[in-house]
C-alpha cells in the first residue's frame, strides 16, 4: 500500500463515484441486459501483466453499469431502500483503509467500543428499554442483514429451551411467523434444525390490515402444547415486506411471556420512521420483546451492510455461539473484563461497520434524519393521493410509512385477468427504464409495490413515475 498512490488512485475513483451520482438518471433504472451478457465481454482469465485503473474504470463505464440495477437511483421504487450517503461512503472508505478485522476486544479495541456505544446511541432515539443497552445484561450489534439477526436470536432461543429439556427434544420445538413474515426466518428454520411441519404460518386477513392475530398465536400455542410439543419462538414484524403490517407487540409479547417463548421483534424497514416522535408508536410493546433489529442499511442513509440487533440477555447469545480457541485466548476476554463481538454472531471475522452508522449520526444529526424519514412518508403519501383520484386504480393496503401498495383494476366484467393485467403493467413500466417497482400477493391477487426511500428521490420523480404507471396503464387498457 503506497500512500501516494492511494492519494492518486482515490482522487481518479472519487471523481469517478461522483460523475456516476450525477449523471444517475441517465441510466435505465433497471438493467435492461440478458443473462450471460459478461460473459461475452469479459477475458476467459485473469491478466498476466498489470492494467491501468483507468483501463479498469472504461470497463465499469462500459461493461459492467449496463449490468447495474441502480438501486441509488431517484427513480427506484422497488423492494425497500439500500441507502447509500456521503456520511455512510466515508465511513466504509475509512473502514476498509483501516481494515481490521474485529472478532474479539483485543483484536481491535476501538471497534468494539465504538459499536457498542453508537448501537446504544441508535438504541436511545428509538427510545428502547433499557435492557437493550449495553451497560445492563443486554446490548447491540452489528449484524450483516436481518437475516443474519433473526438466525442468531433462533439459535440463542432453541438452545436456550434445549438445555433445559434436553437436545433431543429439538423435534418438538415449534416456531410462529405469521403468512407476512419475512422468508428469511423460514430459512432460519432450516440452518437451525427446527422441523419443516413445526413452523407455524399463521393467516393474516385483510380486514386487521394483515397484521398477526394475537388469538390465532394463543390457540396455535394451546394446540401444540396438548399435542406435547413445545412452542420456543415468536417473530413479530413492524413493517413486513408486502405491506409494512405491523403487528400487535404487546399482545403477542404477553403471550409469549406467559408460555415461555422468546419474542423476537422485525423492524427491519420500518424501524428507522420510529426515530420520529409521530411514528414511535408503531413499535410500543417492544419492552415485551427479547431481541429487536432494524437495518440501518435500508432507509437510515447507512450504505450497505449495517443490521443493528438488540437482545435483552446477551448471555444467550454467547452460549449458543461462542467458540473458545487456544490462539484466540487473552486477558481481557478470559476475565470477562469486555464484549467479544464473534460469540454474538455466525462467522469469526467482522467489520469495522460501526464507523459509518457513527459518521451518519454525527454529519446528519436526529433532526436531520427525522426530517428525511418525514420527507419520503410525504411523498409517498402524494403518491397514494394519486392513486386515489384515478378511478383505474384501487389501493391494495394501508399506508403506514412510505410505501403504497395498489392495482389496476380490470374492466368490470373480465375480473379473472387482473393478475395479468398487473403483472404486464408492471413489465411494461420496468423495461421503459424510467422507473423501476415491483409486485407482491395480497389476499390472493397480484399487486404492485410503490417503495419510496431512496436518497436521492424529490416530488418530480414521483409525479413522472405516475405519469409513466398511467401511460402504460391507457395502452394495456386500449388493447384489451
Known sequence: MDAEQLREYGHKMVDFIADYYKNIENFPVLSQVQPGYLRQLLPDSAPTHPESLQDVLDDVQDKILPGVTHWQSPE??????????VAGFLGEMLSAAINMVGFSWISSPAATELEMIVLDWLAK???????FLSTGQGGGVIQGTASEAVLVVLLAARDKVLRRVGKDAIGKLVAYISDQTHSSLQKACKIGGIHP??????????????????ESFSEAISQDRASGLIPFFLCATVGTTSSTAVDPLFAL?????SNGVWFHVDAAYAGSACICPEFRHYIDGVEEADSFNMNAHKWFLTNFDCSALWVKDRSALIQSLSTNPEYLKNKASQ????????????PLGRRFRSLKLWMVLRLYGLEKLQAYIRNHIELATKFEDLVRLDSRFEVAA???????????????????????????????????????????VLSNRFVLRFAVGASLTEERHVLAAWETLQEKASDLLTNL
Open 125 to 131: 432515539a428509538l427510545k428502547l428499554p433499557d435492557e
Open 76 to 85: 427506484f421504487f422497488a423492494y425497500f431502500p439500500s441507502n447509500s450517503s
Open 253 to 257: 409479547g404477553k403471550i409469549s411471556k
Open 197 to 214: 411441519e413445526n413452523i407455524r404460518v399463521l393467516k393474516t386477513y385483510s380486514s386487521t390490515q394483515f397484521a398477526l392475530s394475537p
Open 398 to 440: 394501508a399506508r403506514k410509512f412510505s410505501l403504497v401498495c395498489f392495482y389496476l383494476l380490470p374492466p368490470k366484467s373480465n375480473e379473472e385477468i387482473s393478475d395479468k393485467l398487473n403483472h404486464d403493467l408492471l413489465d411494461a413500466v420496468n423495461s421503459t427504464g424510467k422507473l423501476f417497482i415491483s409486485h407482491t
Open 335 to 346: 476475565e470477562n473484563m469486555v464484549v467479544d463481538y464473534k460469540d454474538w454472531q455466525i
